[in-house]
């Protein structure tokens, strides 16, 4: 079984992705990463306006090498909105995100086009939003946490751009697809939101 969920920033997909492959044993990809950590070698080598330099990166990255926890940064999300915008990297990481979701037994991912893109055949598609105002409370929340030097105004300025990037490139745009089932989290605390995903994904199931 393959799901996959879609949705924009700190809408809540990671939480939910995570705790879906949990619950059926299934293993998860966080799409997103795979972004990140082309972005995070193209800003290494001061190369983060250089499509060539950012394709290369993505041929060559290894889904052994992503680190949550030195990815998950505000100027990260930025970046790879960037390279993520480009066809040729989108095209690089295909091969290796289909390849993870062929696995025996199936997989949860988490993303912009998994049920778009990636995975259009998957049962069970899931379409996870939020206001913008609370998404940003969450993200600033969660970069506070890290010790990230970020305002409430900052981060929810970033998601906005970053949803308009995503929503607005010609390649693999943030879409939901038609088949995928709407979820919107804006008042609904995790095991609720959880709770839902699950009745969604048992439905598709059944
Ligand atoms: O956790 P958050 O939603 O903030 O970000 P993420 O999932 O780590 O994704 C970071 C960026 O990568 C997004 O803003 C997208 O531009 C890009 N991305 C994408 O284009 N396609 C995906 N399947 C996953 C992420
Ligand atoms: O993966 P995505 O960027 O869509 O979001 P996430 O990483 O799952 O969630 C972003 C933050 O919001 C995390 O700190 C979650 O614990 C929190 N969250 C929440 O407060 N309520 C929810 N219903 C879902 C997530």
């Keep these: 079984m393959v799901i996959a969920i879609d949705g924009p920033a700190a809408s809540g997909k990671g939480t939910l992705a995570r705790r879906l492959a949990a619950h059926y044993g299934l293993p998860h990809l966080d799409t997103g990463l795979l972004y990140r950590a082309v972005a995070a070698r193209c800003i290494a ?13 993505a041929k060559t990255l290894d889904v052994a090498d992503l680190d949550p926890e030195t990815l998950r940064t505000a100027e990260l999300g930025e970046g790879a909105s960037v390279v993520a915008a480009r066809p040729g990297v989108r095209a690089a990481l295909l091969d290796l995100q289909r390849r993870f979701a062929g696995q025996p037994g199936g997989a949860v991912l988490d993303g912009r086009d998994i049920g778009t893109v990636i995975c259009p055949e998957a049962p069970a598609k899931l379409f996870v939003t939020a206001r913008p105002d609370v998404r940003a409370e969450r993200r600033f ?15 929810l300025a970033d998601i906005l ?9 010609s390649s693999a745009p943030l879409l939901k697809a038609d088949d995928a089932v709407l979820l919107d989290t804006s008042d609904l605390g995790i095991e609720a939101a959880f709770a839902a995903a699950l009745a969604m994904v048992e439905a598709r199931r059944g």
């Design 141 to 155: 929340r969660e970069l506070l946490g890290r010790g990230e030097d970020i305002s409430y105004d900052a981060v």
């Design 45 to 57: 080598l001061g190369r983060l306006a250089d499509e060539a330099a950012s394709e290369q990166a």
């Design 161 to 169: 751009k970053r949803d308009e990037r995503d929503s607005g490139r």
